[in-house]
């Protein structure tokens, strides 16, 4: 089992930063992808930002320009610096973490509790 533990999550203000973080902790193999995903009221839950290398990143269109995603390897940790915050960015940010299992023959999924972000206009 993995364990996701996120943090950094709040009130601000339309136009501030915020820095959300996830360290993954258990049964954890050497090669996984994190990401970031996000769920607002009456909508569905959406990719924001997920990275399996430094060299490889994806965002969401939306976010692109105003958040960076990054993990340390040696804490198991991935960060998703938002900046430059919008009303629309108001919801409840979850990690989650994917890492083939050979002996199960298929892709785990591991999802945190999730954090609230809200940006007020």
């Known amino acids: 089992q993995v364990q996701l533990v996120e943090s950094g999550g709040g009130l601000v203000q339309a136009g501030e930063s915020l820095r959300l973080s996830c360290a993954a902790s258990?049964?954890?193999?050497?090669?996984?992808?994190m990401g970031w995903y996000r769920q607002a009221p009456g909508k569905q839950r959406e990719l924001v930002a997920a990275?399996?290398?430094?060299?490889?990143?994806v965002y969401a269109d939306s976010v692109k320009g105003r958040f960076t995603i990054s993990r340390d390897n040696t804490k198991n940790t991935v960060y998703l610096q938002m900046n430059m915050l919008r009303p629309e960015d108001t919801a409840v940010y979850y990690c989650?973490?994917?890492?083939?299992?050979?002996?199960?023959?298929?892709?785990?999924?591991?999802w945190g509790q999730g954090t609230q972000v809200t940006v007020s206009s």
């Open positions: 989650n973490l994917d890492q083939y299992n050979t002996v199960l023959g298929r892709t785990q999924y591991y």
């Open positions: 258990g049964s954890i193999f050497r090669s996984y992808g």
């Open positions: 990275i399996r290398s430094v060299s490889s990143t």
